[in-house]
Structures are given as C-alpha cells and as structure tokens.
C-alpha cells in the first residue's frame, strides 16, 4: 500500500525558507511522477511543482519559479520541496501527490502534473504559513 507523509511546514516571515519533505513507502520510485500542490484557505488545490523520478525533469508553476525546487532523494524514497524567498501569498495547506507507476511522463511534465485529478496517491498535508 502506497503511504505518502509530508512534514517540514511551519510559521515564517517573509523573505525566509523552508523545506518540505515527503516520505513515501509502498512504492519503486523508479518511474513514478510525482508533484507538490497547495490549497490556500478558501480556494481550490493547485499544482506548485513536480518532478518525474526516472528523468528527473521537472516542472512548476510560474509563481514559484525561481523560488521552490523539487528534488528526489531515491535512496530515501523521500521527495523534497525546497522553498526559498517565501511570500505571504505562499500560506497554505501542501500536499505531497503521486502517480505510480507513470508510463506517460511526457504529457505529465506539461500537462499532467498540474491537475489534481492526475494523481493517485496522496499525502495528508502540511500546513506553511508566511507572515509579512
């Protein structure tokens, strides 16, 4: 059984850094696509960042370019964001999502990884909250 646990949310100030980490078991990393969302409060859940295992390519969206990177440690089966001149705009609730195995990574690097509906798997959550 796929298990996906987020941890690394916390309070910062604008300007500062955290990073998310999401352990996952039950599953090869091998090929697998795997993504960060986020659900501010009051609005709908949207795709911040993912990450196809067996190439490494990635993907974000463009409010957190520059700023967030996806990476994957294999040996720990654990995924990573790592969020850096964080903004208040960037509160929420972050989940950890995936899709095992994934055969059309491709279409998920460009169009996929931005849907929830996409992903199979999912995480329950940490909550980030930037203050200004």
């Known amino acids: 059984q796929v298990q996906l646990a987020e941890s690394g949310g916390g309070s910062v100030q604008a300007g500062g850094s955290l990073r998310l980490s999401c352990a996952a078991s039950?599953?090869?990393?091998?090929?697998?696509?795997m993504g960060w969302f986020r659900q501010p409060p009051g609005k709908e859940r949207e795709g911040v960042a993912a990450?196809?295992?067996?190439?490494?390519?990635?993907n974000y969206a463009d409010s957190v370019k520059g700023r967030f990177t996806i990476s994957i440690d294999n040996a720990k089966n654990t995924l990573y964001l790592q969020m850096n001149s964080l903004e208040p705009e960037d509160t929420a609730m972050y989940y950890c999502?995936?899709?095992?195995?994934?055969?059309?990574?491709?279409?998920?690097?460009?169009?996929?990884?931005?849907?929830?509906?996409?992903?199979?798997?999912w995480g329950q959550g940490t909550q980030v909250m930037v203050s200004s």
């Open positions: 039950g599953f090869s990393y091998s090929n697998n696509c």
């Open positions: 990450i196809y295992t067996g190439s490494g390519g990635t």
């Open positions: 999502a995936a899709l095992a195995p994934c055969f059309n990574h491709a279409y998920f690097l460009t169009v996929g990884w931005k849907r929830a509906t996409y992903f199979t798997y």
